[in-house]
Structures are given as structure tokens and as C-alpha cells.
């Protein structure tokens, strides 16, 4: 691939076209106790309040980032260890973001120049920071965080196309090739060249044969997957919402809903049962990922 610059130039540092200010963001139970709270956040100058808010507590990696002191060191402890932490800035996650997609593309031969595959990393990076375009929720969660920090983590179930076999493979790690897509059920339906099919009908029929639209063009199907029948739960929150999710869905949760806030988590559902969600969740469904 050719890639032409649009909003950044050839030896710029594209985090230099930014302004940045540091921010706190503090997220409260109704009765005023505190949930999550960070301060010294870093983010372009031009972000809301909103944006600063879902970055820190939804999308930056909570454990195992790498921490650095003041001139950009890797900080360590008293007998010589490195320092982990979460991360903090708006840069880690643009460049954990755009470094990975960059990196696969280096990997694989997408670019024709090695002046493109950096082309292609400041535009990414520039689209982000300025909120022209963002991926979904499982990139700003998942991706990067092996190229970026090292992190891998038990295989999670995760498969991928082999690039040199052709194979379904499953992941042996479960961020060398993570999860970057969505989660649906079994009845969801797709725009397809053959008509309107569901993930279901695609699954069981291997329908490898087919494009499906993906709100730009149609893509081909590589591969699929039945990952058989599972419960769909529901959580019902002291505010009306509501969210889906099978048992292992991962949930930022507290053990006990105290004033202090109890002690915050990522969980599976399965095993925030017994917690403050036991008495809303319930099964909806049997349905097919």
C-alpha cells in the first residue's frame, strides 16, 4: 500500500500537534461514594470531560504498563525490578493502537515503503488524538497491549487465520492475537452478497463462500466458528440500564458496595454472582456467539 499524508508530515512528531492538559476524572455510586477515581490524567487539550472520562476508566490498561519517571526511564523498585502500573496518558493508548495495526502491516508486507508504514501510523495516530475516527471497544481495550507493554495473559479461547497456513488456529496467548471485534448473538442479522443472512445461519452452513457488509464495503469470511449454545444474562443497574453479556463476560466490578467503594476488579461475570448484581441477573436466552 501507498499511504498519502493528509493531516501530518514526514519527520513531525505527530504528538507535538497537540495540545495537552492534565485532567482528573471520578466516577460516584448514588449515595456519593466514590467508584473509580484518577488524577493527572493526560489528553489533548480539545477533549471533553466526557471523552477524558470513558478513556480513564473504560479504556487504559489498568495493571502491567511499564512505569516511567519524569525523563521517560523505566522507573523501578528498591532491589532493582521494574515498576508496573496502569496507564495514564492518551498517548499510550494511540500509540499501543496505531503501533500494533502498524506493526501487523509491517509483518505481513501491506506496505510498499518502509516511509508508508510511518505514514500510516502518524495519520492513525493524528485521527485519534483529534477524534476524527475511533475503533470499536475491543480495540481500545485489547490490541497493543502485547506490542506495546509484553502483556499475554491464559489463552482465552481465541482463534485467528495463520497468515502462512491458511489454518484456523487457536491463540496460544490471549493478547499476541487478541479480540478485537464486538461480541453478538447467534440471531443477529448481517447485510451479505447472497441477502440478509444471521451470524447463526453463517456459522452452521460454513458459509465461507460469501461477503458480509461492514457499514464501508463487503468483506470477505475466512473462517468460522461455533462456539455452541450459552446463557445470555442480564444486569439490571440501580439507574434502569441494562447490559448482556454471556458468563465470562469481563465486568469492572466491586465486592461489596460500600462507601468506600469496595475493592474494584475486572471479573467474569459468573464470578460477581454473589456480589451487588446477583439479585438483577438472570438468564434471558440461549443463544449462539
Same mark, same amino acid.
Given at each position: 500500500?501507498?499511504? $498519502?499524508?493528509?493531516?501530518?508530515? !514526514?519527520?513531525? =512528531?505527530?504528538?507535538?500537534? @497537540?495540545?495537552?492538559? /492534565?485532567?482528573?476524572?471520578?466516577?460516584?455510586?448514588?449515595?456519593?461514594?466514590?467508584?473509580?477515581?484518577?488524577?493527572?490524567?493526560?489528553?489533548?487539550?480539545?477533549?471533553?470531560?466526557?471523552?477524558?472520562?470513558?478513556?480513564?476508566?473504560?479504556?487504559?490498561?489498568?495493571?502491567?504498563?511499564?512505569?516511567?519517571?519524569?525523563?521517560g526511564n523505566p522507573q523501578t523498585d528498591e532491589s532493582g525490578?521494574?515498576?508496573?502500573?496502569?496507564?495514564?496518558?492518551?498517548?499510550?493508548?494511540?500509540?499501543?493502537?496505531?503501533?500494533?495495526?502498524?506493526?501487523?502491516?509491517?509483518?505481513?508486507?501491506?506496505?510498499d515503503t518502509e516511509e508508508d508504514a510511518q505514514a500510516?501510523?502518524?495519520?492513525?495516530?493524528? $485521527?485519534?488524538?483529534?477524534?476524527? !475516527?475511533?475503533? =470499536?471497544?475491543?480495540?481500545? @481495550?485489547?490490541?497493543? /497491549?502485547?506490542?506495546?507493554?509484553?502483556?499475554?495473559?491464559?489463552?482465552?479461547?481465541?482463534?485467528?487465520?495463520?497468515?502462512?497456513?491458511?489454518?484456523?488456529?487457536?491463540?496460544?496467548?490471549?493478547?499476541?492475537?487478541?479480540?478485537?471485534?464486538?461480541?453478538?448473538?447467534?440471531?443477529?442479522?448481517?447485510?451479505?452478497?447472497?441477502?440478509?443472512?444471521?451470524?447463526?445461519?453463517?456459522?452452521?452452513?460454513?458459509?465461507?463462500?460469501?461477503?458480509?457488509?461492514?457499514?464501508?464495503?463487503?468483506?470477505?469470511?475466512?473462517?468460522?466458528?461455533?462456539?455452541?449454545?450459552?446463557?445470555?444474562?442480564?444486569?439490571?443497574?440501580?439507574?434502569?440500564?441494562?447490559?448482556?453479556?454471556?458468563?465470562?463476560?469481563?465486568?469492572?466490578?466491586?465486592?461489596?458496595?460500600?462507601?468506600?467503594?469496595?475493592? @474494584?476488579?475486572?471479573?467474569?461475570?459468573?464470578?460477581?454472582?454473589?456480589?451487588?448484581?446477583?439479585?438483577?441477573?438472570?438468564?434471558?436466552?440461549?443463544?449462539?456467539?
Amino acid at each position: 500500500m501507498k499511504i $498519502i499524508r493528509r493531516f501530518t508530515q !514526514a519527520g513531525q =512528531n505527530v504528538y507535538d500537534l @497537540f495540545e495537552y492538559t /492534565l485532567r482528573s476524572s471520578v466516577l460516584r455510586n448514588p449515595d456519593g461514594s466514590v467508584v473509580f477515581e484518577m488524577h493527572d490524567i493526560e489528553v489533548p487539550k480539545g477533549w471533553s470531560q466526557v471523552a477524558t472520562d470513558i478513556m480513564a476508566q473504560k479504556y487504559f490498561r489498568k495493571a502491567g504498563v511499564p512505569q516511567l519517571d519524569a525523563e521517560g526511564n523505566p522507573q523501578t523498585d528498591e532491589s532493582g525490578n521494574p515498576v508496573a502500573g496502569g496507564e495514564r496518558s492518551a498517548k499510550q493508548v494511540v500509540h499501543r493502537l496505531a503501533g500494533c495495526w502498524t506493526q501487523w502491516g509491517k509483518d505481513h508486507g501491506y506496505f510498499d515503503t518502509e516511509e508508508d508504514a510511518q505514514a500510516f501510523y502518524d495519520e492513525n495516530a493524528y $485521527i485519534l488524538l483529534a477524534q476524527m !475516527a475511533a475503533p =470499536n471497544s475491543p480495540q481500545w @481495550f485489547n490490541t497493543g /497491549l502485547n506490542y506495546a507493554y509484553g502483556i499475554t495473559g491464559p489463552s482465552q479461547g481465541h482463534y485467528y487465520v495463520d497468515p502462512v497456513t491458511g489454518k484456523l488456529t487457536k491463540s496460544k496467548d490471549a493478547y499476541t492475537h487478541p479480540q478485537p471485534h464486538a461480541c453478538a448473538r447467534g440471531n443477529t442479522r448481517l447485510f451479505t452478497s447472497t441477502g440478509v443472512l444471521t451470524i447463526r445461519e453463517i456459522v452452521e452452513n460454513h458459509r465461507t463462500d460469501i461477503t458480509v457488509f461492514d457499514g464501508d464495503r463487503l468483506v470477505p469470511i475466512y473462517a468460522v466458528k461455533n462456539n455452541g449454545v450459552r446463557p445470555v444474562w442480564r444486569a439490571t443497574l440501580r439507574n434502569g440500564n441494562f447490559i448482556e453479556f454471556t458468563d465470562d463476560h469481563q465486568i469492572w466490578s466491586a465486592d461489596r458496595p460500600t462507601k468506600e467503594g469496595g475493592i @474494584f476488579d475486572w471479573k467474569p461475570l459468573r464470578e460477581i454472582l454473589g456480589w451487588q448484581v446477583q439479585q438483577a441477573a438472570m438468564p434471558i436466552a440461549d443463544q449462539k456467539e
